[in-house]
């Protein structure tokens, strides 16, 4: 592994989601941000951004810091080079703001939304599963769609219909202009690749030998690219 701070982590629930991401690329989906100072403002500061968000941890022991994490963000990951992350357009650490910070914030929101900084703006502290969340603590870096490129939606309202909440379990897939602007990468931007057991690390070796993708780029990987992708792999469970 490198050394601390050198990469930057995306973790995953389910299993399938690793071979989809290699295959596809990071797809950016809607995720709520509630910059609202009030819950029931009706302000235009709560939002479905169209992301993909990356933590930089600060443990150096990745094996660790998976079986201590918060379990709800998944057991699964890809890690990525931070060089990589700082390549990217649309790409950038969040800025974590106060709500004197976000009273300013609210005043500029239509320059903000317009120059898309607003979807890198996240509450330094708020509220999970019913109590207070230092937000900070989780590093996080953001790839966001700017709305001149895609839609935003605007409104807890049409936020919860979009998620279908509380019936459906998982987000909707994203549509396909949300697919247009996926996270590209190479072999050589992924740090490791985390998996639960064995048996992942066997799944994962038989994708990679009939898969016909890579990061949304059509090709066969050769012996020598598979073992490279292999080599990466981080077995939590022994």
């Known amino acids: 592994m490198s050394s601390k701070h050198n990469f930057i982590i995306h973790r995953f629930e389910e299993f399938y989601r690793i071979t989809e991401v290699l295959a596809e690329g990071f797809v950016p ?19 479905g951004i169209p992301m993909v968000s990356f933590g930089d941890i600060e443990d150096t022991d990745i094996s660790e810091f998976m079986k ?3 379990p709800d963000y998944g057991k699964y990951a890809i890690l990525m ?6 390549r990217q357009r649309w790409m950038s650490p969040v800025w974590y703001v106060t709500d004197d910070m976000l009273k300013l914030i609210n005043r500029t929101c239509k320059a903000l939304l317009e120059y898309g900084i607003v979807g890198y703006i996240k509450k330094y502290t708020s509220e999970w599963k019913g109590n207070p969340y230092n937000n900070y603590t989780e590093r996080e870096w ?30 909707p897939a994203p549509n396909e202009e949300l697919k ?7 072999i050589e931007d992924i740090e490791g690749i985390i998996v639960s057991n064995k048996k992942d690390q066997e799944d994962i070796h038989k994708f990679l030998n009939t898969t016909e993708f890579l990061s949304g780029t059509k090709r066969h990987l050769s012996p020598a690219e598979i073992n490279r992708l292999l080599d990466l792999l981080i077995v939590i469970e022994k």
Not at 81 to 86: G, H, P, Q, Y
């Open 29 to 47: 989906n809607y995720h709520a941000e509630d910059l609202r100072l009030l819950k029931d403002s009706k302000e235009i500061m709560f939002m």
């Open 68 to 70: 201590n994490a918060d």
């Open 81 to 86: 080079k931070k060089e990589w992350a700082l």
């Open 142 to 171: 953001r790839y966001t769609v700017p709305i001149t490129e895609v839609k935003w939606i605007f409104s807890k309202e049409d936020y919860d219909t979009w998620r279908k909440f509380p019936h459906l379990h998982k987000r």
């Open 180 to 186: 247009k602007h996926a996270l590209k990468f190479d």
